[in-house]
């Protein structure tokens, strides 16, 4: 199952750069906007809760379509290109086994732990 969740997340991020050959912006932007996202990580300076926030606005697959579907509709080219860097962004994390982050602990993702060792004891 794990293989084919990362063949479902490969086929969509194709998608996004797809999506990015229909756009009118040089090849270049693609690769150069693609890590922009992680600046949601920027919340974790608050604290764990805001970071969380923060990071899976910038990385949940449903916000960026929103963003991609409006570009579209209001024929705003930034914001589709917005959309797409974020759904590319979004799935070429998961497919490096990165998912949306809970408040509790950075490593802590809708994909489990990132890292067993990183697993809090209850100790603490």
């Known amino acids: 199952m794990k293989n084919l969740l990362k063949l479902e997340e490969a086929a969509m991020f194709g998608l996004s750069i797809y999506l990015f050959t229909l756009t009118s912006f040089s090849w270049w932007w693609y690769p150069a906007l693609l890590l922009l996202p992680d600046v949601g990580m920027i ?6 809760r805001i970071g969380a926030l923060t990071y899976n606005l910038l990385h949940h697959k449903g916000i960026a379509v929103v963003i991609l579907l409006a570009g579209w509709y209001f024929a705003a080219d ?5 959309g797409i860097i974020l759904f590319g962004h979004a799935s070429m994390d998961r497919l490096f086994g990165y998912g949306l ?3 509790d602990h950075f490593q802590h993702t809708s994909l489990g732990w990132m890292k067993a060792q990183s697993v809090p004891n209850d100790e603490n």
């Open 43 to 48: 919340g974790y300076v608050i604290n764990t």
């Open 78 to 82: 930034a914001l589709a290109l917005s």
């Open 101 to 103: 982050k809970y408040p």
